[in-house]
C-alpha cells in the first residue's frame, strides 16, 4: 500500500504537475529578462520624421541609500515635471512613493529626458540611479496628431499603438521583443558559468508615408486661422491624389499633442475625418447626378420639369436653398444653383432600387480600408425600406450619414475618370535595409468614363456659377461643389447649426489634388459658400504653385 501510495505520489509530481512544478524550479534558480525591441518610426514622404524613438531614462531609488527622504523630494521634483505641472504637488508625489513601507527599490518616473537626466546626475544624490528606456517623440507637435496616433501603456504596462498609425502599425511598428534568460544561486546572485539563453529582438519596421510634411504644415495652419475666422467649433481638411488615392495631408482641429496625450481627454483622440459622420448635404448631390447619368436616366442637357416651385412629396415640402426657382432648369443648372427640387426629380428618375445600388456601389455605408485605426461607418438603410421621401432627401444629402473620408474616396471616383481607389497614407515598410513597396488597391471602375467627364463638367461650372463663384480663381480649371448641411437634433433639423463643406479637384481634366475642407457649426455665416468654400481656395492657392499648376488664361 505505501509502495502504491508513493507510485501515485511521483505520478502527480512527475505527471499531471510535472509543467508546472518545472517552472516553479526554473523560477527558483533562474532569472529572465525581456528585451525590448526599438520601434520604428514614422516618416513623411520626403523622409523627415512625423514621429520618431528616441532615448529616455528610468529614474529610480534605492531606498536603502536614501538618507532624507524630504531632502530628495525637493531636489528631484523640478527635474521630472511635465510642462504645465506644479513642483509642489510633485513633491508630493515623490515623498508618498518614498515613504512606502517594505519596499526596496522604487520607479520613480518614467521617460525621462536626458538633459533632465544629467541635471539629476550632477546633483549625486545617493540612491538614486537609472535605467535606459526607449520614448516616443513627435518633431512637430500636434502637427497630424489625429493621423498619426499615439503610444501609450496597455494594461499589462507595454508600450501600445493606440489611433491612427501607431494603432494600426502597432504590431509591425513594435517588432519584437527578446529575452535573456540566465541562472542564479540561493541568494539570487548571478552564477558567471551557468547556463545562459538569449533570444535578441526584432525591431519594427519605419513607416514612409505619403504625407507632404509643407502641404500638412500649411493645412493645420490654414485650418485653424479659418475656425478663428468663421467662428467654428472644429474642422477638418483632407488631401488626396485621386488617381492612387494617396493622402498627401491630413489634419482636424481641435487637436492634441501625442508628447503629452494624457493632459488631453479622449474625445479628442478619435480623428474625425474617419470616424465622425455627418450628413453631407450638396456636396452629395454630384454622387447621385453622377448616378443617373451613369444610369442614363438624365443626360445634361435634361429639363426639370417639376422646377417651376415646390415639390410635395406625402406630408413634406421640398424647397430650394433661398426660394427661388427655375422652369425647365438643365441638370446642369440643377447642380450649379444646388437646386434641391431638381435633385428629387433626378432622384425620381433613379429610384430606390437604384439609388441603393449606386451608393453601395460608391462605397456609402462601408468602411474604405484607410489604414488607419477607429475607422468607423454608418450602415444604409435596409434595401427594401427605401420610400418617396427617403429617395428625394437622399438625392440632396439629407439622411444619408457619411464620414469625410467616404465623401472623399467616393468623389476621387469622379475625379479619376470613375475608377475608385482605397484611400491610403502609408507607401513603403523599411528595415535595415529592406523594403516592400505598399501597392495602391487601384479598385474597380463604377462610372462610365463619360458619365464621369460629364459630372466633372458640371462640377467646372458649379465652381464657376454657383453660390461660391466669387472665391473662384479666374483661369484656374477647378471642379467643385460646396455643401450645406443642417444637423439633425431630436428628430428635426437645427434651424441655425450647420456642417459646412466644399469638396473640389485640380484641374478638372487631369487634377493633381482632390481636397475636403469642413467646418463644424461656423457662426460668421451657415453657408458654406461663405465659409468652407474661401478656406478651400486659400488652401488651393498654395496647391496650385506646389504642383505646378497654371492657370489656362
Known sequence: MAFLVLIARLFSWQVIKGKALATQARGQYEVGTKLEAQRGSILASDGTYLAARSAGWLVTASMPEIKNITEVANKLAPLLINEGEETYDEEIRLKELLTKAGVVWIPLKHKVPDENKKNIDALQIEGIGFEEEETRSYPEASTAAHLLGFVGKNIEGEDTGYFGLEGYYDLALAGKPGFLSSEKDARGVPILLGNERQASPVGGVDLITHIDKGIEI?????????????????????????????????????????????????????????ADAFEPGSVFKVIIMAAALDAGVVEPETKCDICGGPLRIDKYLIETWNKEYRPDSTMVDVIVHSDNVGMSFVGQKLGADRIYDYLDKFGIGKKTGIDLQGEASVKLRDKSTWNDVDVATASFGQGVAITPIQL??????????GVMVTPQVVGKLESDGWYQEIEPDTGERIISEDAAKNITAMMVEAAKNGESKWTYLRGFNVAGKTGTAQIPIAGHYDAEKTIASFI??????????????????????????????????????????????????
Do not use: C, H
Not at 482636424?252 to 479628442?268: A, G
Not at 474616396?409 to 475625379?415: H, M, N, T
Not at 461663405?530 to 498654395?542: F, H, Q, V
Open 218 to 274: 500649411l493645412a493645420e495652419k490654414k485650418l485653424k486661422e479659418g475656425i478663428e475666422k468663421y467662428g467654428a467649433k472644429g474642422g477638418s481638411v483632407i488631401i488626396t491624389n485621386p488617381k492612387s488615392g494617396a493622402i498627401i495631408a491630413s489634419s482636424s482641429y481641435p487637436s492634441y499633442n501625442p508628447t503629452e496625450y494624457s493632459d488631453f481627454t479622449n474625445d479628442l483622440f478619435r480623428d474625425p475625418v474617419v
Open 408 to 417: 472623399l474616396k467616393a468623389v476621387g471616383a469622379i475625379a479619376n475618370q
Open 504 to 553: 473640389g479637384f485640380a484641374p478638372a481634366n487631369n487634377p493633381k489634388f482632390l481636397m475636403l475642407v469642413t467646418l463644424k457649426e461656423p457662426t460668421s455665416s451657415p453657408w458654406a459658400s461663405e465659409t468652407a468654400a474661401p478656406l478651400w481656395y486659400s488652401i488651393a492657392k498654395d496647391l496650385f504653385l506646389r504642383f505646378g499648376i497654371q492657370p489656362s488664361n
